[in-house]
């Protein structure tokens, strides 16, 4: 069941997703060469409750971090540990805080210290085809209108959107229906209506869409090592267009 948020309960939301937002904001300015993602964790975390709100991730599902730390060819849900950062790597970033009963959750990819020209691509068009499906995100239109506006923008320039893994409702509850594919043909799907909240999160992989699961249960891998970006919004639909609550 889609759960529609009055305008209250989106000034509420985007509390939380401020939050995440700032946070988010922080963690960029860390990210280099020889710092752990473990460092990012803790960062992150403290920054969180700092604001008096709680990390969304943290046990969810019993994943043991605040902050998903995903390089180079993991997609997702990437676990921080003492792994260090080099120069020329792409970092994922995940976060969601739980703020006044509500969730906020954004995602973005980042380079450390100079990255390869096909890299740079990447990430240029995972960011694009987050913002292609968020223009496509207005009363009236379909779901798929969203999902089908990530695909082209990625499949034309040659790389592939993750079938595995889908955005989603967000709201009271971190996931909550629809789920939102990054695929699809438009015209099809749930009606945009206004007071749905989205999260929009592209995952692009470089090769093939296919992934895998390493055996920590978490981080998905892509299947032939390419390299993997992820972008993220939470928004929410209005009589005003599309409103990107993660957005500083």
């Known amino acids: 069941m889609i759960i529609l948020k009055s305008q209250d309960e989106i000034k509420r939301m985007s509390e939380s997703c401020q939050i995440v937002a700032e946070v988010l904001e922080g963690i960029k300015k860390l990210v280099a060469p020889d710092i752990t993602t473990k ?39 990437g676990i921080p540990s003492a792994v260090r950062l080099k120069k020329g790597d792409i970092i994922s970033l995940d976060l969601g805080v739980y703020y006044k009963s509500f969730y906020g959750d954004a995602a973005l990819t980042l380079p450390v210290g100079e990255i390869t020209s096909e890299a740079k691509k990447l990430l240029s068009v995972t960011e694009e085809s987050l913002y292609a499906g968020i223009r496509n995100a207005f009363i009236g239109n379909r779901l798929f209108d969203i999902s089908s506006a990530i695909q082209k923008g990625v499949e034309a320039e040659g790389f592939s959107v993750v079938r595995s893994f889908v955005g989603h409702g967000i709201g009271r509850e971190l996931h909550e229906d629809p789920q939102l594919p990054n ?24 090769g093939m869409w296919d992934v895998v699961i390493l055996s920590d249960g978490w981080t998905a891998v892509t299947k032939d090592k390419s390299l993997s970006a992820h972008f993220e919004h939470t928004v929410a639909i209005t009589s005003d267009g599309p409103i990107i609550l993660t957005k500083l």
């Open 39 to 77: 460092e990012l964790d803790q960062y992150a975390e403290a920054c969180i409750l700092n604001k008096g709100a709680k990390p969304a991730f943290k046990g969810y599902r019993r994943y043991p971090a605040s902050l998903c730390t995903s390089i180079n060819e993991q997609v997702v849900h």
């Open 183 to 206: 695929f699809g043909k438009s015209g099809e799907g749930p009606m945009l209506r206004e007071g749905m909240t989205l999260a929009i999160e592209p995952m692009v992989n470089a």
